[in-house]
């Protein structure tokens, strides 16, 4: 059973980067995309971007200019980073598994428990 | 930006009733690409339904989906105590992306 867990700090300066590492446990990183996904205190879920094991990606027009998503097969994990962020970046973070081929076809099925960073000057 | 619209944004339902929850799309979902999460506080969400109407693992058969195009339906045929949460709908989209839609709470009549 595929596991993913998400590592980082809990809190960041305004205007500094937020960085983030997912690790995936017992399952291959490879076939698979592999997504960041954030929800604000009592909000909505908000798509970050997400980044296949080639190391292709895709980012959320609204973000593209600030996100950067990276993959370590080698390490069996992805990560984020979030540039410039300032108090509406605060959110739970999660790193979750996005099929692209069998299964759930462009459905997140697997997600980590979240982290929650908070942004502060 | 597809623009996902979930309806309503709260339904009270009592528990042994049926409940139907929408999701409309501002333009067609690809392949109906469409997919619908359980929410419980301080949980990671949860796939309940992918491709518009396959349930996803383990999800019990009172959960289906139905839909096409901009138009899609989450029904739950029996409600259990279980099922108040917040749920979401999700669109894929190679360009310009993922979009939820802002989620409905059912709760307790």
């Known amino acids: 059973q595929v596991q993913l867990q998400e590592s980082g700090p809990g809190l960041v300066k305004t205007s500094e980067t937020l960085s983030l590492t997912c690790t995936v446990s017992d399952g291959s990183i490879s076939t698979y995309y592999w997504s960041w996904i954030r929800q604000p205190p009592g909000q909505g879920l908000e798509w970050i971007g997400y980044?296949?094991?080639?190391?292709?990606?895709n980012y959320n027009p609204s973000l593209k200019s600030r996100v950067t998503i990276s993959v370590d097969t080698s390490k069996t994990q992805f990560s984020l980073r979030l540039s410039s962020v300032t108090a509406a970046d605060t959110a739970v973070y999660y790193c979750?598994?996005?099929?692209?081929?069998?299964?759930?076809?462009?459905?997140?099925?697997?997600w980590g428990q979240g982290t929650m960073v908070t942004v502060s000057s | 930006e597809i623009v996902m619209t979930q309806s309503p944004a709260t339904l009270s339902v009592s528990p042994g009733e049926r409940a139907t929850l929408s999701c409309r799309a501002s333009q067609s979902v690809v392949s109906n690409y469409l997919a619908w999460y359980q929410q419980k506080p301080g949980q990671a969400p949860r796939l309940l339904i992918y491709g518009a109407s396959s349930r996803a693992i383990d999800i019990p058969d009172r959960f289906s989906g139905s839909g096409s195009g901009t138009d899609f339906t989450l029904t739950i045929s029996s409600l259990q105590s279980e099922d108040f949460a917040v749920y979401y709908c999700?669109?894929?989209?190679?360009?310009?992306?993922?979009?939820f839609g802002q989620g409905t709470r059912l709760e307790i009549k």
């Open positions: 999700q669109q894929y989209s190679n360009w310009p992306g993922i979009t």
């Open positions: 980044i296949y094991y080639s190391g292709r990606t």
């Open positions: 979750a598994r996005l099929p692209n081929s069998a299964g759930a076809k462009y459905a997140f099925d697997i």
